[in-house]
């Protein structure tokens, strides 16, 4: 493990240009090979969701690398969820009872485009396109390629090769098809499945409904979202089993069956998305998977990082800030000085993977919680006393969602423990009518149901403690 | 689906055999091809657990072909566990407090002739060996096969296919490798494999040890087991770290260091296994790993049954017992009579998945619990109480190992749910000094606990529920 190493990246996506930055921040000589065109000269954005959720921890990550600011430029802050009935009534949720938390709607594309930017502003740092990669040779560290421009076929021999090449990643694959260990492996898929529809401008470029919050059609067993763009624009997704209720993707293939699912389900969006049957007809119908894996390294030789490592639902708004925090928990141990890239990868597996572990099981938690606790009564209380409690207790109380969306030192695995508890304590004492709530609470009265939670939850940590959970 | 279709079924094993019976019984055309040779002929034990726990889930499914009283003629009952430490000290725990509650020894090869000889008294059957199925195309029924005595390749077509192919179903590569529907898989490998030795008879034929127990040397680390054989021998299975830990199989590769392990941790053992060199270095080192999947079947089509679907790590005797009783479950939703393979696959799925995956993590969990909790005072103190428990109170209280193990007509996911529970109850029951024990309770000092834990029992499972969980 030298300064000199050359360092192979495969995948140029959000992962793989920040890693690439940093590693070239840190002197390593960095080749970066993409599959895909150059997304700063080409639109690929077809597929692939076009906005994400920017937080904390992917904020943390882009600090180190000196590219908060930058990012912050285009960042549209959501303060909360904007729920809609089926009579077009909205109600407000906030993410959080504390002044100045809330998440942001980023596009995929420029927030990639400017670290692909920042990172060939390195001159160790190169970026190769249209350039796919076909296997890994693991034991001997060479990557194999085809170039998409010349259908050449090309070796890269490195020191070392990281896989940021995403949920189907070619070093995954070749992990498993080389057999050179045993290899733990995962893909769970959910019955859903997702279509991303759109949402223009009005005439002045304005945005139709409000840009500052995450909108949400919650309906039980489908759901629709939004989320803003930079032009006025929101990103649709329709969240839908593939073959199970009256409506799913795989019977909505007429063109009146969609207009009429949409006109029962979601009247004022319809109202909005002009383009309903063509971009329904034409855009694809993803899937929603989570993958595990481990080892995520092969002796001081491989390793895989972000998607291709841990790609998981995206019902927590963690995908991208996972990847992002990877690099940033990488870079603190590079900063350990272990030696050698074997060190470095069995200290970074174990210090990171019951993170990402818990953020994949989070995410799915926040599916059926969003399909279906969010009409529940006693999670709508909970979510209220929740958010006085933050307001007033802010140093003192932290509810699940901010623990894992605000709380970038606290690690997922810990945030997802404590929460549970905490989830499960407020739900109990509610139901058990042991705290009673009002339209305003006083301070003095939050501080009763404060206490109460706090012992409750340390209870409930104690006795699975014991019982060895 | 008729009572003529064309039944094929890829795999000879223990779950194979019993459904092809099954499958003849019910007068199908059964066609079954296995990959090795006839056991029934040739010697094919190598690497493979020789001996296996049969109790009351496996029996069930037996009894429903006519197969239990002939399985019972070869059965070894064992009545609990006996722990050898490292000086060679002994002591039992028996696997329930009430009469006639025991597990048997049985050997794997055995079990399996008989089950093929009754599939063949069966004029509908025929059972091809040396068969290897390479590939199954799906979309239209024919799996493809290549005969290992003349080397030749040879499609069969049926009118449907069940897989009992094992843990590397070939099938269930089809599945994959065809990408015709999202199938979710994991295959999750523990840090530890497992070895097998032998423990001989005695000059006179007889066991060296007891063969009523099923003898255990619990280690932490590591640990060694030995299930006893109707030939006066022992099975005996070493699991151990691959790589982790003073001694682990990576190290142990010379002669002195594997004796000297064993002087060391199994002193006892050690004196009984004459060949303890040769069979270290010879026999095979097989990794332990859990799989499961999802969905099972294609369409009216195929089917995946027994370890194909899920196979487990062996720690808590359930592998054999959770496919044979899966043939139960399916023989159920046949007769259900639900028209078409489709429908019967479904609901077969809907049955039974829960349950096997249920299993599938109680196996694990006793990984830990044989490993960790076996010597710690908190768990002895639950065993001894749950015993006397099941003595004095044997129609109301069943340890989560009873539930498991001989209540085959609960399930294993809610043997799984209760068991938790109660473990939890009492764990912490004791934690909190709220249960007084001493030698020798009394029924009425029994009473007062049996109903401090379930009482306490019944409210952790609210509080979950409460939780959503």
Redesign the interface.
Known sequence: MKKEDKVLIIGAGLCGSLLALRMAQRGYKVEVYESRPDLRKVDISAGRSINLALSDRGLKALRLCGMEEKAREICIPMYGRLMHDTQGNTFASNYSGREGEYINSISRGDLNAILLDEAEKHKNVTIHFNSGCKKVDIENKVAHFKSYDTAEKFKVKADVIFGTDGAGSSLRKSYVSERKF????????LNHGYKELEIPADKNGNHQISKGHLHIWPRGDFMLIALPNMDGSFTVTLFLS?DEGEYNFNNLISEEKITAFFKKEFPDALALIPNIKEEFVNNPTG?L?TI?CSPWFYQNKTLLMGDSAHAIVPFYGQGMNASFEDVFVFDEILNQNLGDWNAVFKAYQKARKHDTDAIADLAIDNF??MRD?VANP?FKEKRKIEMDLEKHFPNQYSSKYSLVTFNENIGYNEAMQRG?AQ??AL??LI?DDKVHTNLEMTKNELAVILKKVEQQTKEILK??K????
Do not use: C, M, V
């Open positions: 045993l290899f733990s492996y995962s893909q769970n898929y593939y899937p998977g595990k059926y919680e606790h006693l549970r989830d499960k739900l109990n139901a006795e699975d014991i019982a060895g959970l």
